[in-house]
Protein backbone atom coordinates (compact mmCIF):
# COMPACT_ATOMS: atom_id res chain seq x y z
CA UNK A 1 0.00 0.00 0.00
CA UNK A 2 3.14 2.63 1.03
CA UNK A 3 4.66 1.42 -2.28
CA UNK A 4 1.82 2.84 -4.22
CA UNK A 5 1.12 5.96 -2.40
CA UNK A 6 4.86 6.83 -3.11
CA UNK A 7 4.64 5.70 -7.04
CA UNK A 8 1.46 7.73 -7.36
CA UNK A 9 3.03 11.28 -5.54
CA UNK A 10 6.42 10.59 -7.62
CA UNK A 11 4.43 10.31 -10.78
CA UNK A 12 2.69 13.36 -10.15
CA UNK A 13 5.45 15.35 -9.13
CA UNK A 14 7.11 14.23 -12.20
CA UNK A 15 3.91 15.07 -14.64
CA UNK A 16 4.13 18.54 -12.33
CA UNK A 17 7.52 19.26 -13.33
CA UNK A 18 6.76 17.98 -17.14
CA UNK A 19 4.05 20.77 -17.43
CA UNK A 20 5.52 23.36 -16.09
CA UNK A 21 8.42 22.76 -17.99
CA UNK A 22 6.47 22.95 -21.10
CA UNK A 23 5.12 26.08 -20.49
CA UNK A 24 8.10 27.62 -19.40
CA UNK A 25 9.76 27.17 -22.40
CA UNK A 26 6.92 27.89 -24.61
CA UNK A 27 5.41 31.40 -22.94
CA UNK A 28 6.16 34.07 -25.52
CA UNK A 29 7.76 36.18 -22.98
CA UNK A 30 11.10 35.49 -21.14
CA UNK A 31 10.69 36.31 -17.39
CA UNK A 32 13.89 37.62 -15.78
CA UNK A 33 14.56 37.10 -12.22
CA UNK A 34 16.33 40.95 -11.54
CA UNK A 35 14.73 43.37 -9.80
CA UNK A 36 16.28 45.58 -10.87
CA UNK A 37 15.20 45.07 -14.15
CA UNK A 38 11.58 45.64 -12.70
CA UNK A 39 13.28 49.08 -11.55
CA UNK A 40 14.33 49.95 -15.03
CA UNK A 41 11.01 48.59 -16.43
CA UNK A 42 9.19 51.31 -14.37
CA UNK A 43 12.20 54.54 -15.08
CA UNK A 44 11.36 53.48 -18.88
CA UNK A 45 7.89 53.86 -18.24
CA UNK A 46 8.22 57.37 -16.80
CA UNK A 47 10.51 58.99 -19.44
CA UNK A 48 7.94 60.85 -21.88
CA UNK A 49 6.48 61.72 -18.86
CA UNK A 50 6.65 65.34 -17.22
CA UNK A 51 9.08 65.95 -14.80
CA UNK A 52 9.58 68.51 -12.28
CA UNK A 53 12.48 69.01 -10.20
CA UNK A 54 12.23 70.84 -7.18
CA UNK A 55 15.61 71.51 -5.04
CA UNK A 56 15.59 72.40 -0.97
CA UNK A 57 18.51 72.62 1.31
CA UNK A 58 20.23 70.38 -1.58
CA UNK A 59 18.25 67.77 -1.49
CA UNK A 60 15.89 67.48 -4.89
CA UNK A 61 12.38 65.76 -4.97
CA UNK A 62 11.42 64.13 -8.67
CA UNK A 63 7.92 64.29 -9.99
CA UNK A 64 6.68 62.55 -12.71
CA UNK A 65 2.86 62.10 -14.13
CA UNK A 66 2.13 58.25 -14.27
CA UNK A 67 -0.87 56.34 -14.97
CA UNK A 68 -2.90 54.75 -12.59
CA UNK A 69 -2.65 51.48 -13.48
CA UNK A 70 1.28 51.70 -13.59
CA UNK A 71 1.34 51.08 -9.74
CA UNK A 72 -0.57 47.92 -9.97
CA UNK A 73 1.20 46.88 -12.78
CA UNK A 74 4.88 47.22 -10.57
CA UNK A 75 3.33 45.17 -7.40
CA UNK A 76 2.00 42.46 -10.01
CA UNK A 77 5.89 42.39 -11.31
CA UNK A 78 7.33 42.22 -8.27
CA UNK A 79 4.71 39.90 -6.63
CA UNK A 80 5.57 37.66 -9.61
CA UNK A 81 9.52 37.68 -8.96
CA UNK A 82 9.05 37.19 -5.26
CA UNK A 83 6.63 34.48 -6.25
CA UNK A 84 9.59 32.87 -8.67
CA UNK A 85 12.44 33.20 -6.36
CA UNK A 86 10.25 31.93 -3.68
CA UNK A 87 9.21 28.43 -5.63
CA UNK A 88 13.03 27.95 -6.82
CA UNK A 89 14.43 28.22 -2.41
CA UNK A 90 10.85 25.90 -1.92
CA UNK A 91 12.51 23.65 -4.57
CA UNK A 92 16.07 23.94 -3.57
CA UNK A 93 14.74 23.11 0.16
CA UNK A 94 13.15 19.74 -1.29
CA UNK A 95 16.19 18.59 -2.80
CA UNK A 96 17.78 15.55 -0.76
CA UNK A 97 21.23 16.38 -1.51
CA UNK A 98 21.24 19.16 0.96
CA UNK A 99 22.88 19.46 4.37
CA UNK A 100 21.39 20.47 7.63
CA UNK A 101 23.51 23.87 7.10
CA UNK A 102 22.72 24.21 3.10
CA UNK A 103 18.74 23.73 4.24
CA UNK A 104 19.30 26.19 7.40
CA UNK A 105 20.77 28.42 5.07
CA UNK A 106 18.08 28.23 2.27
CA UNK A 107 15.24 28.47 4.89
CA UNK A 108 16.84 31.80 6.45
CA UNK A 109 16.67 33.09 2.60
CA UNK A 110 12.80 32.35 2.31
CA UNK A 111 12.46 34.11 5.69
CA UNK A 112 14.26 37.24 4.41
CA UNK A 113 12.08 37.35 1.34
CA UNK A 114 8.79 37.42 3.65
CA UNK A 115 10.06 39.92 5.72
CA UNK A 116 10.93 41.99 3.10
CA UNK A 117 7.71 41.69 1.31
CA UNK A 118 5.92 42.60 4.57
CA UNK A 119 8.01 45.64 5.22
CA UNK A 120 7.30 46.76 2.24
CA UNK A 121 3.74 46.38 2.94
CA UNK A 122 3.52 47.94 6.25
CA UNK A 123 5.41 50.94 4.80
CA UNK A 124 3.14 51.30 1.80
CA UNK A 125 -0.02 51.60 4.21
CA UNK A 126 1.75 53.93 6.46
CA UNK A 127 2.96 56.53 3.93
CA UNK A 128 -0.24 56.34 2.47
CA UNK A 129 -1.76 57.59 5.84
CA UNK A 130 0.72 60.73 5.76
CA UNK A 131 -1.94 61.75 3.00
CA UNK A 132 -0.91 60.42 -0.05
CA UNK A 133 -2.86 58.46 -3.14
CA UNK A 134 -0.57 55.77 -3.89
CA UNK A 135 2.92 54.51 -2.78
CA UNK A 136 4.59 51.69 -4.08
CA UNK A 137 7.85 50.24 -2.01
CA UNK A 138 10.60 48.19 -3.90
CA UNK A 139 13.34 46.63 -1.65
CA UNK A 140 16.28 45.40 -2.96
CA UNK A 141 18.72 44.39 -0.66
CA UNK A 142 20.35 48.10 0.82
CA UNK A 143 18.54 49.83 -1.66
CA UNK A 144 15.23 50.65 -1.59
CA UNK A 145 13.23 53.28 -3.56
CA UNK A 146 9.62 54.58 -2.69
CA UNK A 147 7.17 56.04 -4.97
CA UNK A 148 4.87 58.16 -4.43
CA UNK A 149 1.52 59.42 -5.76
CA UNK A 150 0.07 62.72 -4.80
CA UNK A 151 -1.80 65.32 -5.80
CA UNK A 152 -0.23 68.37 -3.54
CA UNK A 153 3.33 69.30 -4.60
CA UNK A 154 6.16 67.14 -3.32
CA UNK A 155 8.37 68.58 -0.50
CA UNK A 156 11.45 67.59 1.07
CA UNK A 157 10.23 67.51 4.48
CA UNK A 158 7.52 64.79 3.81
CA UNK A 159 10.51 62.93 1.48
CA UNK A 160 12.72 63.01 4.64
CA UNK A 161 9.96 61.54 6.75
CA UNK A 162 9.51 58.85 4.44
CA UNK A 163 13.17 57.97 4.12
CA UNK A 164 13.50 57.79 8.24
CA UNK A 165 10.24 55.89 7.95
CA UNK A 166 12.11 53.21 5.62
CA UNK A 167 15.16 53.18 7.76
CA UNK A 168 13.43 52.36 10.84
CA UNK A 169 11.85 49.29 9.19
CA UNK A 170 13.83 48.17 6.85
CA UNK A 171 17.38 48.25 8.94
CA UNK A 172 20.14 46.68 6.34
CA UNK A 173 18.93 50.17 3.80
CA UNK A 174 22.09 51.86 2.58
CA UNK A 175 20.42 53.74 -0.06
CA UNK A 176 16.78 55.30 -0.09
CA UNK A 177 15.32 57.15 -2.65
CA UNK A 178 12.17 58.86 -3.11
CA UNK A 179 10.23 59.94 -6.27
CA UNK A 180 7.36 61.78 -6.45
CA UNK A 181 4.64 61.10 -9.30
CA UNK A 182 1.65 63.71 -10.03
CA UNK A 183 -1.71 61.94 -9.59
CA UNK A 184 -4.35 63.12 -12.26
Same mark, same amino acid.
Given at each position: MLLKKQTVWLLTMLSLVVV??????? !?? =? *???????????NAKDQNQGKTKTEVKKDGKTVVSTVAGDDEFAELRMKLED?? !?? =? *??GLTEELASTDLSADERSKVKDQMNKLNKIAQSEEMLETFIKTMGFDDVLVRADGPKVIVTVKSKKKPSASEANKIMLEVKKEIDETNYVAVEYQHAK
Open positions: LSVYYIT !SP =E *QKTNDLAAVQQLR !SE =E *QT
